[in-house]
């Protein structure tokens, strides 16, 4: 097909030109005497990205599945009760994790296109006079309905019972995309990839951690081989790692972070915000609903968009691959045909978003569904326009 293809999806997401170019080098020799020079300056530079001054950050060459696995491992114990919830393929795919490593799991069920149920955390906090809760979970952004929830708010639930849990917090779809504080919120183990935020091919399992994780690290019981801490700590210390690190999508990484930290982290969060506000002004002229229950759940990197019933989303995913050379997500498990999703974080700006709506536009008429042509699209220009670039829109 004729003119570039265009991806969607929530990750991978866009690689930036600079970050492709900075991963086209030949093979470097992962034992240098100056391989430091680039790995020593990048653990700082990540963890500025996670907003974590007093931690330490660790790259294994994995993906996110890896860091959900490296942050249980490593400071958990076999049996230990954890508190978690589940709303989405994401957040479920980490409660079975865990239950399969051997957690013993309290999870609440909400509705799909709910978030994490803070009160509910909260009862059962206030409830557990014991202790026995050595770790709280937080999918904070569930990237199969689009939802985000509200960490910080785990957090002061936590903190208003003196309760000393761990704070675990999957943010593969948040972190370099919308407001993250891993400091100001005491997360205790932050789980990424390097496919969303970080703009880069999928490869990186990216888990960033408090000083009480490493506390946790000295109790924790599980065995662990590849994911050791203690191996990555022996080793980063000097700049090295345990086994064949992914050096190109290192070399990647340094100026991704570089672009997210040129760009102010600030400015990336508006950024996403105003992007997304694009897209729900368009969703919305569609006369169609987000998967997310209620508008404090809405995600800014990515929206889940509810087909009417007749209709198999799975046919406009089809189609605006096949004629019009785009992806867009998929609905995964419980919502498999009744949603797509706009992927909209990452290296993108309101061009871009244009074209992906106006895409699902005509592949949604070509699919059956009564939508007025330009309808979204004139919405999201509508919008973009009135809202001054870099300020942050009203949603
Ligand atoms: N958690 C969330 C919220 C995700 O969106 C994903 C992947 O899309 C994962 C975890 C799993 O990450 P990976 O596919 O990199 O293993």
Not at 114 to 142: I, K, S, W
Not at 188 to 217: E, N, R, T
Not at 335 to 359: Q, S
Request: proline share 5%; charged share 20%.
């Amino acid at each position: 097909m004729a003119g570039y293809n265009h991806l969607f999806i929530p990750g991978p997401t866009n690689v930036p030109e600079r970050v492709r170019m900075a991963m086209n080098v030949p093979m470097q020799d992962m034992r240098a005497p100056d391989f430091g020079d680039l790995t020593i300056p990048l653990f700082e530079k990540v963890k500025q990205v996670f907003r974590n001054e007093t931690g330490r950050v660790f790259l294994y060459p994995s993906s996110g599945t890896g860091a959900w696995e490296a942050a249980i491992q490593n400071t958990l114990s076999p049996g230990d009760k954890v508190l978690m919830s589940r709303f989405g393929q994401f957040s479920h795919l980490w409660v079975d994790m865990a239950r399969r490593l051997g957690l013993d799991v309290d999870v609440i069920d909400r509705p799909w296109g709910e978030g994490v149920p803070v009160e509910a955390y909260a009862e059962r906090l206030r409830a557990d006079r014991a202790r026995e809760y050595a770790a709280v979970f937080v999918t904070h952004n569930e990237t199969a309905t689009g939802v985000t929830s509200d960490v910080g708010a785990v957090r002061k639930a936590l903190d208003e019972t003196d309760h000393p849990a761990l704070l675990m917090v999957d943010g593969v779809s948040s972190v370099g995309s919308i407001p993250f504080d891993q400091e100001g919120w005491r997360v205790d183990c932050c789980v990424s990839g390097s496919q969303k935020g970080f703009m880069l091919p999928a490869g990186l399992g990216i888990l960033s951690i408090s000083k009480w994780a490493l506390d946790a690290h000295k109790r924790a019981g599980f065995p662990r081989t590849f994911f050791s801490f203690e191996d990555m700590m022996a080793h980063n210390d000097n700049g090295y790692f345990p086994y064949t690190p992914a050096t190109q999508l290192l070399r990647g990484l340094d100026v991704s972070c570089d672009i997210l930290l040129e760009e102010g982290l600030e400015t990336v969060w508006a950024r996403h915000h105003r992007l997304a506000s694009g897209v729900r002004a368009a969703i919305d002229a569609w006369g169609l609903k987000l998967c997310a229950a209620e508008e404090k759940w809405q995600s800014d990197t990515v929206s889940a968009v509810v087909v009417p019933e007749e209709v198999d989303a799975r046919d406009v995913i089809a189609r605006a691959y096949t004629a019009y050379d785009t992806s867009l997500g998929t609905g995964l498990s419980k919502v498999m045909g009744k949603v797509f999703r706009i992927g909209h974080l990452g290296w993108l700006n309101e061009g871009m978003v244009n074209t992906a709506l106006a895409v699902a536009e005509m592949a949604m008429i070509d699919s059956g569904i009564a939508i007025e042509p330009g309808s979204g699209v004139g919405a999201a220009i509508d919008h973009f326009t009135r809202t001054p670039a870099g300020k942050i829109a009203e949603a």
